[in-house]
Nanobody, 117 residues
Framework: QLQLVESGGGLVQPGGSLRLTCTAS????????IGWFRQAPGKEREGISC???????VYEDSVKGRFTISRDNAKNMVYLQMNSLKPEDTGVYHC???????????WGQGTQVTVSS
């Protein structure tokens, strides 16, 4: 069964850190670019970061320098390390297959991140 499952969300204070994990099953992760999207309350869903099959990464401007995407193909996992979190980072984070110009054909169920004091 094709599946992406996110984990690692939670409640964190401003300035804190979280690491999100996207675990893939049913397909060979190394063949695909994988992305992270964020759905903030009352806002459009936006792409946050994308990592190519070769490991090249791109970031949305608001998270550059604070978030780092990485992948471990042997474990079928993609990570999003989020540092210096801000209240505006609050939202549901989804991983997707693929990302970039190609249309998304697989979404995870999402994990909630709440940044609040």
């Amino acid at each position: 069964q094709l599946q992406l499952v996110e984990s690692g969300g939670g409640l964190v204070q401003p300035g804190g850190s979280l690491r999100l994990t996207c675990t893939a099953s049913g397909f060979t992760l190394e063949n695909y670019a994988i992305g992270w999207f964020r759905q903030a309350p009352g806002k459009e869903r936006e792409g946050i970061s994308c990592i190519s099959s070769s490991g090249a990464a791109v970031y949305e401007d608001s998270v550059k320098g604070r978030f780092t995407i990485s992948r471990d193909n042997a474990k079928n996992m993609v990570y999003l390390q989020m540092n210096s979190l801000k209240p505006e980072d609050t939202g549901v984070y989804h991983c997707t297959r693929p990302c970039g110009a190609a249309p998304v054909d697989l979404w995870g169920q999402g994990t909630q991140v709440t940044v609040s004091s």
